[in-house]
């Protein structure tokens, strides 16, 4: 199995940065994907940002120019740099890995850190 452990989060200004990261371990399975989601209260989960193995990236076209996901393959983490946020950012941010193991796509998740940007 794989375990995600997240860091940074926190509360910041309208207009401030924040950056988050996340760090996989626990399995010789290649990750395919990693990535972030987010939780605003009431609403569903979000995919913000997602990265290949070979540096492919997408996201959600909300934080598109703003936010920039990359990932470090021999160390297995990933991090999300949260420019120009904005209030609608504020949701519990959850780290995600997506790999192979035997014959299925398996999905590993964090226990989320709490991202609050004030207006």
């Known amino acids: 199995q794989v375990q995600l452990v997240e860091s940074g989060g926190g509360l910041v200004q309208a207009g401030g940065s924040l950056r988050l990261s996340c760090a996989a371990s626990?399995?010789?399975?290649?990750?395919?994907?990693m990535g972030w989601y987010r939780q605003a209260p009431g609403q569903q989960r979000e995919l913000v940002a997602q990265i290949t193995s070979g540096g492919s990236a997408n996201y959600v076209d909300s934080v598109k120019g703003r936010f920039t996901v990359s990932r470090d393959n021999a160390k297995n983490t990933v991090d999300l740099q949260m420019n120009s946020l904005k209030p609608e950012a504020t949701a519990i941010y959850y780290c995600?890995?997506?790999?192979?193991?035997?014959?299925?796509?398996?999905?590993?998740w964090g226990q989320g850190t709490q991202v609050t940007v004030s207006s």
């Open positions: 626990g399995s010789k399975s290649s990750i395919l994907y």
């Open positions: 995600n890995a997506e790999l192979l193991v035997g014959a299925r796509i398996a999905d590993y």
